[in-house]
C-alpha cells in the first residue's frame, strides 16, 4: 500500500524506450533515482523502460521495471520526489508542471545496469531519438536484453 494512488497496474504492460537527459539518466544508473516524473504518460500500461540516455551520450544504459505509476499533483509530485530521489529542486519540479494539474510518478524498481550500454542503431533501423518515448516489441526487448550483456542489478 503507498501513501498515492495508483493510476495504473503497470505488470501487464508493455515495454518502452524512455529518452532521459543524462544527467537524471545517470543519477537512475547510480541508483539513487527511483522515480522518473512526466507531464504525460503513454495510452498503454509499461511494465519495462529501456533508459535511453539523451545527447551527448546517445545511448542505452540500463532497464527498469515501473513498480505503479502514480498521477498526482504537483505538491504531492515533489512528495514522491523527495523521498524517490527525483533529482529536481522544488522550482524546477514547479516549472515542469507549471500550467498542470496532475502529472506522473514513474516509480522504478529492479534497475539493472550494463557494463556497456548499447547504441540504439543496433537494434532501431534507423534510429531516430523519441522525443518523450516510443513502444517496444517484444522482439526489440529481447534483442535489447540479449545485446546488453552482463548486468548489475541495483
Not at 524506450?17 to 509499461?46: D, Y
Not at 515533489?78 to 530521489?85: A, C, L, P, Q, R
Not at 519540479?93 to 545496469?113: C, D, H, P, Q, W
Amino acid at each position: 500500500m503507498t501513501l498515492f494512488p495508483k493510476y495504473s497496474d503497470a505488470h501487464n504492460g508493455s515495454a518502452i524506450l524512455l529518452s532521459i537527459k543524462p544527467k537524471f539518466a545517470n543519477l537512475i544508473v547510480e541508483g539513487s533515482k527511483l522515480v522518473e516524473l512526466r507531464r504525460a504518460i503513454p495510452a498503454q500500461n509499461v511494465e519495462t523502460i529501456a533508459i535511453y540516455s539523451s545527447s551527448p551520450v546517445q545511448m542505452i544504459v540500463a532497464l527498469a521495471d515501473v513498480k505503479e505509476i502514480v498521477e498526482a499533483s504537483p505538491t504531492k509530485l515533489w512528495e514522491i520526489s523527495k523521498i524517490n530521489g527525483g533529482g529536481l529542486t522544488k522550482a524546477e519540479l514547479f516549472a515542469y508542471f507549471e500550467s498542470k494539474k496532475t502529472g506522473f510518478a514513474l516509480m522504478l524498481e529492479n534497475i539493472r545496469v550494463y557494463d556497456n550500454p548499447l547504441m540504439p542503431a543496433k537494434i532501431f533501423k534507423p534510429f531516430s531519438a523519441p522525443q518523450s518515448f516510443r513502444y517496444l516489441t517484444p522482439k526489440e526487448l529481447k534483442k535489447l536484453e540479449q545485446l546488453l550483456g552482463s548486468e548489475v542489478k541495483r
